[in-house]
């Protein structure tokens, strides 16, 4: 994004031709970007809808349904954004920028749509019902089986009945943990563990950048 604002706000062509430009041509960029920006900080921090009770259940189809609407609602906000940032190259191409210069700047474009889409598609990733399912039958049938070992053990003669109690209950919290490691993954922008993706974070790094780009307290520049 910032090299976006670079080229909006810094580039220049031809004799000092950047002049042509409206005086707020960098300051209305960079509205455009920080957009971009706040509306896919919005998506990346949605709740998670995309466990089995949202496709099994009435009330979870019910708050899928609201999440998603949400969810297309910013992915197209983005998209017009987009589409406002080739409109900026438009108007520098009409001010003389030359052609293989707003070709590298739709490039940049792309570049931020391409991610977007990317981190779009993490978003609404979900392990395969019938994993999840078998995953939580083996947590609950596991005790079971290995509940004759665990007597096995305890009686054995070698060890004794803390053992087999320890030993039992480290293979289910296993097990547990396994699971809830692959349930984190799923959508690591919730922050709801130590691992989970800091948008907030990086949202601000990158809304710092575009500051080192073009200060909030800059000011357009009279058209000469």
């Known amino acids: 994004m910032s ?4 080229a909006n706000a810094i580039w220049d062509w031809g004799k000092h031709d950047r002049a042509k430009l409206p005086p707020d041509h960098a300051v209305r960029t960079k509205a455009i970007l920080v957009g971009i920006l706040s509306d896919l900080g919005r998506v990346l921090m949605l709740p998670t809808f995309t466990r089995g009770r949202h496709r099994f259940t009435t009330s979870g189809m019910n708050e899928a349904k609201e999440f998603m609407h949400a969810f297309h609602y910013l992915c197209r906000r983005i998209t017009f954004s987009t589409t406002l940032l080739h409109r900026q190259v438009e108007v520098m191409k009409d001010a003389g920028l030359p052609a293989n210069e707003a070709s590298r700047i739709n490039q940049y474009h792309w570049y931020i749509q391409a991610r977007v889409d990317k981190l779009c598609h993490i978003k609404l990733y979900r392990t395969p019902q019938a994993t999840r399912s078998f995953t939580r039958l083996c947590i609950l049938a596991l005790p079971l089986l290995y509940g004759p070992y665990y007597v096995y ?7 004794n009945f803390a053992f087999a109690l320890t030993l039992s209950m480290a293979t289910s919290l296993i097990m547990i943990g396994i699971f809830n490691v692959e349930k984190a993954l799923e959508d690591p922008f919730t922050e709801e563990g130590l691992d989970g993706v800091k948008v907030e ?9 575009l500051d080192v780009v073009l200060p909030p307290s800059t000011t357009p520049r009279a058209k000469k």
């Open 153 to 159: 053990i305890a009686t054995a003669g070698t060890t």
């Open 3 to 6: 090299n976006v604002l670079m």
């Open 201 to 209: 974070r990086a949202m601000h790094r990158i809304l710092d950048a």
